[in-house]
DNA sequence: AACCCGGGGCG
DNA sequence: CGCCCAGGGTT
């Protein structure tokens, strides 16, 4: 069944596209400037592959911080592929989507025992490395290397349904709009992505569109009928269950914290956390972990992708005997534990700062 | 193709 | 509170 064509039969204009960015680009640590650029200054593939992982599903301001700490502690992918994994976890605490630190450790140390250290310099190779799929593979590519590749991630969606005012969602017609934004692609690739990613981040934005300053006039036809905040259409989204359960914060004599590791799979898998139920729509009787005086401190909330999370939160003293595979922390300690922000919050809400 | 996987910031 | 964000892996 083929699909409809696109509405809008125009090109994107790559060179308004790149004065705008030559005049306008965002200054952020992993990115070298258009002008450093046309001087001959190549950005470095270990420091844009580091961004474009963080950058996943994750705000620019999120990530400055992490990416900074992360050159620092690791400035090259030799040094991170060195570092023990829980390290690169624990450094990760915070960002979310865990799974990319694993992949982000596998990569490092496929670079440097597959590849001799040196990132492969196209997308396709890039791609058949861990956590890196076809728009992070792209990324990469052109911005390191000037590969004519279409870079499409989410500011690219609505840039690109505003312009072709798509009335269906996204992912219906993605290889259409694909193959669009590829036909448009000039020699400055690396250049071109970065410009239509922040044109996507400050004028073209989720909320607000700026028309008035944006290079894709007078093509772009949401902005000709007056419309750029009705697009991209959104689909119909599913409703997010509840579930339920306990969490058990145990403190020795010496106010330690007792801490295990989550599975090595699965929802925050290898994290750190507090010992608990299992999560479910109706919350059982609290199973205590052992004996003890156990207190109700009170209820935290948490709202993951796909569903809402409510857990009892249950604090005793206990002499320190008899539990397996879990570790006493003190609670100066807390800051460098690989604890998600759940059993931050879980923690906070018994009375410890974490 | 559908589903799973966090967390922060914003209005 | 709902929405959005420089998506990838699994099934």
Sequence with gaps: ??????????????????????????????????????????????????????????????????????????PRVEDLAAAPLDSVLREWAGLGYYARARNLHACAQAVVREHG??????????QSLPGIGAYTGAAIAAICFDEPVAVLDGNLDRVLARYHALDVPVREAKEQL???LQ?????RAGDFAQAMMDLGATICAPRSATCLLCPLQPACVAARDGTPLL???KPEK??????KGHAFVMTDAAGDVYL????????????????????????????????AQWHHRGQVVHVFTHFRLELEVWSAIV??????????????????????TLFRKVLAQAGLES
């Excluded at 250290?117 to 890039?126: K, R």
């Excluded at 036909?183 to 020699?187: G, K, L, M, N």
């Excluded at 750190?272 to 609290?286: C, F, I, R």
Aim: glycine share 8%; charged share 20%; proline share 14%.
């Design 178 to 180: 694909r193959a669009a």
């Design 231 to 233: 697009y991209p259409v």
């Design 319 to 340: 002499v320190p005997d008899g539990l397996d595979g879990g570790w006493w922390a003190e609670p100066e300690a807390l800051k460098g534990e690989a604890l998600p």
């Design 1 to 74: 069944m083929p699909q409809l064509p696109l509405s809008n039969p125009h090109p994107i204009d790559a060179p308004a596209v790149l004065a705008w960015y030559d005049s306008h680009a965002r200054d952020l640590p992993w990115r070298v400037s258009p002008a450093d650029r046309k001087a001959g200054l190549r950005p470095d593939p270990y420091r844009v592959w580091l961004s474009e992982v963080m950058l996943q599903q994750t705000t620019v301001a999120a990530v400055k911080a992490y990416f900074l700490r992360f050159t620092g502690l690791w």
């Design 183 to 187: 036909a448009s692609v000039p020699e």
């Design 260 to 291: 295990q590791s989550r599975p090595p799979k699965g929802l925050l898998a290898g994290m750190t956390e507090v010992p608990g139920s299992d999560w479910s729509a109706e919350l059982g009787t609290p199973a205590y972990p052992r004996e």
């Design 238 to 243: 599913a409703e997010k269950p509840v579930r």
């Design 117 to 126: 250290g040196v990132f492969p310099a196209s997308s396709a190779a890039l």
